[in-house]
């Protein structure tokens, strides 16, 4: 071989080298991007910016409650809520939700019936999922009830009936949660929560520690855990001091992702009929949570806060990344 064709070979060897590795390259410094960025960042903010999902739980329970959480949706004065599928008042969620297809509604997946008075069951019916129902064939009234009795079999069946029910009626849904944390209390409930996550694809509200948070003793990766802390009103508090409660539990937040959980209803003869013997997250209660949604002082506070409201498909999005 004479020497130009020998320089003409290393060329092209050279040149083929470079080429093989420039992907592999750029792969690993995109990778180290994603891992390095911040939720914000994915979604085009800075790092320092403080993400606030405002949602409401309980769609669908009434209709008083269907009215305060949908024109809160449609004034934007909350960002996304999540539907009680085997609620009675279900049907007039599907109906709004097709006039309203960018509206951020997730599944408020649900075991429990807590109220005395207006109850449901599940929607695939006593006889196909016994171990979730109560001797009058109501879900159970608390939590423990279903830790103690559920078969997890009839618990997959169930919520999986609630998520495909609400698909079939048209809605397009963002993400899952819970009713009543039902779904972190037992490690055996959590397996199912992830794994209805990853099936449907949708993410699930998940915080590090607290009442979303995973059971004890079990830990997941941190990209898992989809917000920081959840921010909710907790029995206690008076009537005067609602709207600064919000502002001393919001202000102190570093940058990251949080999320305030809202419970919203019209303190009306409906409400008061459902929750007579329920003063915590009753009437009157969902009427001071949605008076501090919608006035003018919370939202300046959030103004001035610099928060950024957020909806779970904004948070989707970051989790696609």
Known sequence: ???????????????????????????????????????????????????????????????????????????????????????????????????????????????????????????????RVPSLVDAHGYLPLDTPDVDQNAKIPDVEYELRSQIDRAKSAGIPITHLDMHMAGMVSSAELFGVYRKLR?????????????????????????????????????????EKDWLDWYKKQLSPLPPGVYQLIVHLSYDDEEMRGATWDHPDWGAAWRQRDFDTVKSAEFRQFLKEQGFVLVTWRDLAKAQQH
């Open 1 to 127: 071989m004479n020497h130009r064709m020998h320089s003409l070979f290393l060329f092209l060897f050279v040149t083929l080298a470079q080429s093989l590795a420039q992907p592999v390259q750029a792969q690993t410094v995109q990778e180290k991007t994603a891992q390095a960025t911040t939720v914000a960042e994915r979604l085009g903010y800075p790092a320092s910016a403080r993400l606030l999902a405002i949602h409401a739980d309980d769609l669908g329970m009434s209709h008083s409650v269907n009215r305060a959480t949908l024109e809160a949706l449609d004034k934007g004065w909350i960002t996304s809520a999540s539907i009680l599928v085997p609620c009675p008042w279900f049907p007039e969620v599907a109906r709004w939700a097709k006039q309203h297809p960018n509206a951020d509604l997730g599944i408020h997946l649900a075991l429990t019936s807590e109220w005395t008075d207006l109850r449901w069951g599940p929607i695939s019916g006593a006889g």
């Open 198 to 238: 990853d099936d449907y694809k949708l993410p699930i509200l998940l915080e590090p520690s607290g009442t979303h948070g995973t059971p004890a003793g079990i830990s997941v990766p941190a990209e898992e855990i989809t917000v920081q802390r959840i921010v909710t009103m907790e029995p206690g508090v008076n």
